[in-house]
């Protein structure tokens, strides 16, 4: 099984910062990697597929990058509609996709 | 619109079967995979099951063997068997749609499971 974790747990940010999430693979992934945004008491949001590849309707702020084993998810210039938990998902090893820990994105 | 509706959730007690279904409208159901997720409260998500477009299942160890995915395409419907159910399955379940990319880019609202005596 292929491990995904992220970093920070928290996330600590003013609005109008920059905000930057990590996650890492156990193994790689290739580019097999999604990101996902959660609102309490929401179902998630696919924001980014192909590790870097914004997905229908998503901002210009959310950016992404990486690949292998070392993604990171960017938010340019974080807006109040963007605290959240934000979290990772490999589908390299199809269909036995594993999501990371989540990484929790709060108001400073 | 496109949407994915889940129902069937409830409170069961340990040992017990409940079954989950998904509602699919505003798409080619039959097209893609589909897959349930699971969310424990205050917890991250955990994949349960898929089936592809010819039918074929997976699971991941944790529910192989009690759980039993399921689709029709002809009413635009998934489902979840759930059967010897433990308090660890306690959570809300999620439908949601396998993109062309393998990324799950529709989700339902969630129905709740709750698992206890």
């Known amino acids: 099984e292929i491990v995904m974790t992220q970093s920070p747990a928290t996330l600590s940010v003013s609005p109008g910062e920059r905000a930057t999430l990590s996650c890492r693979a156990s193994q790689s992934v290739s580019s097999n990697l999604a990101w996902y945004q959660q609102k309490p008491g929401q179902a998630p949001r696919l924001l980014i597929y192909g590790a870097s590849t914004r997905a229908t309707g998503i901002p210009a702020r959310f950016s992404g990058s990486g690949s292998g084993t070392e993604f990171t998810l960017t938010i340019s210039s974080l807006q109040s509609e963007d605290f959240a938990v934000y979290y990772c998902?490999?589908?390299?090893?199809?269909?036995?996709?594993?999501f990371g820990p989540g990484t929790k994105v709060d108001i400073k | 619109e496109v949407q994915l509706v889940e129902s069937g959730g409830g409170l069961v007690q340990p040992g017990g079967s409940l079954r989950l279904s998904c509602a699919a409208s505003g798409f080619t159901f039959s097209s893609y995979d589909m897959h349930w997720v699971r969310q424990a409260t205050g917890k991250g998500l955990e994949w349960v099951s898929a089936?592809?477009?010819?039918?074929?299942?997976y699971y991941p160890g944790s529910v192989k063997g009690r759980f039993t995915i399921s689709r029709e395409n002809a009413k635009n419907s998934l489902y979840l068997q759930m059967n010897s159910l433990r308090a660890g399955d306690t959570a809300v379940y999620y439908c949601?749609?396998?993109?062309?990319?393998?990324?799950?880019?529709?989700w339902g609202q969630g129905t709740m499971v709750t698992v206890s005596s």
């Open positions: 089936i592809g477009t010819a039918g074929d299942t």
């Open positions: 998902q490999q589908y390299n090893n199809w269909p036995f996709f594993t």
């Open positions: 949601a749609r396998g993109s062309s990319v393998n990324a799950f880019d529709i």
